[in-house]
């Protein structure tokens, strides 16, 4: 099997310097290009037993529910080609509506939330499908640089079928006003990268009486296509 | 034929603690796994030789016997992820790695592919450990690419079954990273 090349403007360069932690972490050394072999071109395959209880609904992780508004997400995981990815992990995590992550680093003055931990895993169905429930996470404030605010967002961790796919990204939201001030957002160099990021508002997956729904698709390198594997 | 746009890397963040902490942690194969067991530890540190405290690494090779996935394909024995601590360190527990050739049939090295994900990190990075005193490392098609760089990948022996390994992001040490 041969991947697709990844094309150039594809992701973000690895130093980008409105992005003030690219300045100290950012190799400067030009990455090697070696041949994949056997190692990059296989991976992990996790099973079901992995997911927690309720683990596609961070809104049922206690036993009550937590605040703010409830929404589901739901898409599918493709590859370049356009085919699904069945059975493939799905990791995910976010802060709860306050702008707040339940994790010991995170010192922002805005409410814990002691129903929301805000971590889920879900695994794609035969069609590559996820879906997940939770609450729309809140926009909060970083030092990056002065009145610095992430916009809204799901952290996405998906791993494909071989090491080579493996991809972590955010999930964002449309019409955040907080986008364009971004500068992790903004390290995507071209519009049309950066809207992949961006969630649908999905009336299809609105359930009545219950939660918005929003529709996110991830798209995996994929391997090239060759008249022997089309 | 439907061609679609890739969904873009974006970095790891600080916060992802207890969301992807896995079973197995870093124990790459259980005990019974036959092959020499060894320990892999080490410390990363960025362009400033500050230890990186919220780095989280993955390791991937295959068995003793060169088979990813274990004796029973299709799992995830050979797959480890750890979180750096306080201190910037990380360990794993692993077996010797098998050699697999290259697609081409040439020799490899035995190695272990290594992933690493971390606030200000933008995308992964994508690495391999290999092992001090294995002949075969000469003959490594991906080592030979790296030139005077090649010994920040080879793990240096470090007692009877350990190695150290350390990952430089920046600077004049940096490690090698790959692109495939």
Redesign the interface.
Same mark, same amino acid.
């Given at each position: 099997m041969k991947l697709r090349k990844?094309?150039v403007g594809?992701?973000?360069?690895?130093l980008?310097p409105p992005?003030a932690?690219?300045?100290?972490?950012?190799?400067?050394?030009p !990455? %090697?290009?070696?041949?994949?072999?056997?190692?990059?071109l296989?991976?992990?395959?996790?099973d079901r037993t992995?997911l927690f209880p309720n683990h596609d609904d961070m809104t049922r992780q206690t036993g009550n529910m937590p605040l703010g508004e409830r929404i589901i997400v739901a898409g599918r995981v493709?590859?370049?080609?356009?085919d699904p990815l069945p059975d493939t992990l799905v990791?995910?995590?976010q802060?709860n509506a306050s702008g707040r992550? @339940? @994790?010991?680093?995170?010192q922002h003055d805005a409410p814990l939330d002691p129903n929301f931990?805000?971590?889920?895993?879900v695994m794609t169905d035969a069609k590559g499908r996820y879906r997940f429930t939770t609450v729309k996470p809140g926009a909060y404030p970083w030092r990056n640089h002065p009145n610095a605010w992430r916009p809204a967002h799901i @952290?996405f961790?998906v791993f494909g079928q071989t090491?080579?796919e493996?991809?972590?990204?955010?999930m964002y939201f449309p019409g955040d006003p907080l986008l364009g001030y971004d500068p992790?957002?903004n390290? %995507?160099p071209t519009d049309? !990268?950066?809207e992949?990021?961006i969630a649908h508002f999905d009336l299809e997956e609105t359930r009545p009486e219950f939660a918005l729904g929003y529709h996110f698709?991830? %798209?995996?390198?994929g391997p090239e296509?060759t008249p022997e594997n089309? | 034929m439907a061609e679609l746009l890739i969904t873009p890397s974006q970095t790891i963040g600080p916060f992802f603690k207890e969301g992807m902490e896995l079973p197995q942690g870093g124990t790459l194969f259980p005990d019974s796994a036959p092959g020499r067991r060894v320990r892999v530890s080490g410390v990363v540190t960025d362009g400033q030789g500050k230890a990186v405290s919220d780095a989280l690494i993955e390791f991937w090779q295959p068995d003793a016997a060169g088979r990813f996935g274990g004796p029973r394909p299709g799992s995830s024995a050979g797959f480890g992820r750890v979180l750096t601590g306080k201190d910037g360190r990380y360990s794993i527990s692993t077996i010797l790695p098998g050699a697999v050739p290259a697609a081409d049939g040439k020799t490899q090295a035995p190695h272990i592919l290594v992933v690493i994900f971390a606030r200000g990190l933008l995308r992964q990075l994508v690495t391999r450990i290999y092992f001090e005193g294995e002949a075969s490392n000469a003959a490594d098609p991906a080592l030979a690419r790296c030139g005077a760089r090649a010994p920040t990948l080879v793990a240096k022996r470090d007692g009877a079954d350990a190695y150290a390994w350390n990952i430089s992001l920046q600077g004049t040490n940096e490690t090698v990273f790959f692109e495939a």
């Open positions: 990844i094309p594809a992701h973000p360069n690895l980008h992005y932690s690219t300045n100290e972490r950012a190799p400067r050394q !990455a %090697v290009a070696i041949e994949p072999a056997a190692a990059e296989s991976g992990p395959r996790f992995l493709l590859d370049e080609n356009g990791e995910l995590w802060c992550y @339940h @994790h010991e680093a995170d931990r805000g971590f889920g895993r @952290h961790s090491m080579l493996r991809l972590i990204t955010q992790i957002f390290s %995507v049309r !990268a950066r992949r990021m698709d991830i %798209v995996l390198r296509a089309r | -």
